[in-house]
């Protein structure tokens, strides 16, 4: 299957759908085919899920920096999907891996989870729910 997100104002992600590889060999028959299904002239760009911050999950090869989601924007300079910036002013934004990162890199414990503390620039434990 193949992921395609609709571009709105900004290159802002506004809508995503998934279309049968059986449909198109290239990524413009990909969108005339989405197109043409809608009856729009639309703005869509193919992006993979397996790919994260430069590098594919699977081992494959990366396409365009991340999987885009809802709100991410398409920078037509880096052919990259950037999420949107966090509400947290120290995270730096990677030109690599076109991801943003906090200052303080995330446990690796397996044990908790964790939230920024912008105040601290550290990660918190998250309490287990009480009920």
């Known amino acids: 299957m193949a ?11 506004t809508e995503g759908i998934v279309v049968s590889n ?11 085919f989405i197109n043409n299904l809608y009856g729009t002239n639309d703005v869509w760009k193919q992006t993979s899920y397996n790919t994260k ?3 594919h999950l ?3 090869t990366p396409f365009r920096k ?3 989601g809802i709100g991410y924007k ?7 999907f950037i999420p949107p910036r966090p509400d ?15 200052p303080v890199a995330y446990p690796t414990d397996d044990k908790n989870f964790y939230q ?8 918190d434990v998250v309490p287990p729910d009480s009920e």
């Open 3 to 13: 992921h395609f997100v609709k571009l709105g104002t900004g290159n802002i992600v």
């Open 22 to 32: 059986d449909a198109f060999k290239t990524e413009q028959e990909g969108v005339d």
């Open 53 to 55: 911050g430069g590098k």
């Open 58 to 60: 699977e081992g494959g």
């Open 66 to 68: 991340n999987y885009a």
């Open 74 to 80: 398409y920078d037509e300079e880096r052919d990259a």
């Open 88 to 102: 947290f002013p120290s995270w730096k934004f990677n030109e690599d891996t076109c991801l943003w990162e906090a």
């Open 116 to 123: 920024w503390n912008e105040a601290k620039k550290s990660w």
